[in-house]
């Protein structure tokens, strides 16, 4: 059992529903209910002054209870920030790295965005056009819906959707500057900027 639910629940910190099937598992648990009267019991006679810290970390550590100071959650809070305006995550490198697959004239190159898996395929045509395919998974599987804003030179605007085996199919675009914006129905995942020349 989670200690952390006992100290809630001793506390009450717990929801009407949450006590109610909290109380039922203490009264058919004879282990739990031992364990919920020794917290009860040290909570009830807890000393009028605050026990040294080395105590308290003792009686953490016998009852497997995290204890995060406000400086360890502050910190953690802190580092997401930076990542989030660091663009660690979030975006995509000017220059990303290309991978040559099958002969010089096509292009391979994948980026993790925000827990999803970007994959991105060029394919040079003979006519000095592109073939592009884009595609999207996250945790190995691939993911549908998931919307591609190409914008040319700040002013032509494509949209693709990923289909249920996780890409756009193949389309055929022109030499430029390509920003591409990914966003789910909820939220953006990133975006890319592809210079095709």
Do not use: W
Not at 99 to 127: A, Q
Not at 135 to 155: L, M, R
Not at 157 to 177: D, R, V, W
């Amino acid at each position: 059992m989670e200690n952390n639910k006992i100290l809630r629940y001793l506390e009450g910190q717990l929801s009407d529903q949450d006590k109610k099937d909290f109380e039922a598992l203490i009264e058919s648990n004879s282990d739990l209910q031992l364990e919920v009267e020794m917290l009860g019991n040290l909570i009830d006679n807890e000393p009028e002054e605050i026990p040294p810290y080395e105590l308290r970390q003792k009686i953490y550590q016998m009852a497997n209870i995290k204890d995060e100071t406000f400086m360890d959650v502050a910190i953690k809070k802190a580092d997401q920030l930076l990542d989030i305006v660091l663009g660690k995550e979030y975006s995509l490198d000017i220059n990303p790295a290309f991978v040559t697959r099958s002969n010089d004239k096509s292009l391979l190159f994948s980026k993790k965005m925000n827990e999803f898996d970007i994959l991105c395929d060029v394919f040079s045509e003979e006519e000095g056009q592109y073939l592009m395919n884009l595609a999207v998974s996250k945790n190995d599987k691939e993911i549908d819906n998931i919307k591609f804003s190409i914008i040319q030179d700040n002013k032509h605007t494509i949209e693709k959707y990923t289909q249920s085996n996780g890409n756009t199919g193949s389309f055929i675009i022109n030499p430029g500057i390509y920003y591409i914006n990914i966003s789910t129905l909820k939220s953006e995942v990133g975006n890319i900027k592809i210079n095709l020349s």
